[in-house]
């Protein structure tokens, strides 16, 4: 059983930059794939970012694809979200997720995760 525990939300103005961070316990980390999802008022959850279990390939959302940065500390059992550029439409709440899953893949769908945070609540204003 892996837990996961977000960090570092919070409301901010359009074109600041916040960082997320997920600690992980209870498994090894470097066994999992990791991916951060968000889910604003009203719309299913969707995919942000995710990061292989080695060698830090990296997979993201259009929506976010030059803004936001995903990185994995093995060492720490962590996984960053680096935020820049913020928008309002980027108000939601932000889960991390881990999934067991060969060296190199980057899932993109919750579906393919096995365990999940609580979130942590962004909220940019305009």
């Known amino acids: 059983q892996v837990l996961l525990v977000e960090s570092g939300g919070g409301l901010v103005q359009a074109g600041d930059s916040l960082r997320l961070s997920c600690a992980a316990s209870g498994g090894t980390f470097s066994s999992y794939a990791m991916g951060w999802f968000r889910q604003a008022p009203g719309k299913e959850r969707e995919f942000v970012a995710a990061i292989s279990r080695i060698a830090g390939f990296t997979n993201y959302a259009d929506s976010v694809k030059g803004r936001f940065t995903i990185s994995k500390d093995n060492a720490k059992n962590t996984v960053y979200l680096q935020m820049n550029s913020l928008k309002p439409e980027d108000t939601a709440v932000y889960y991390c997720?881990?999934?067991?899953?060969?060296?190199?893949?980057?899932?993109?769908?919750?579906?393919?995760?096995?365990?999940w945070g609580q979130g942590t609540q962004v909220t940019v204003s305009s």
């Open positions: 997720a881990a999934d067991w899953t060969a060296a190199l893949v980057r899932p993109s769908t919750p579906g393919e995760y096995d365990y």
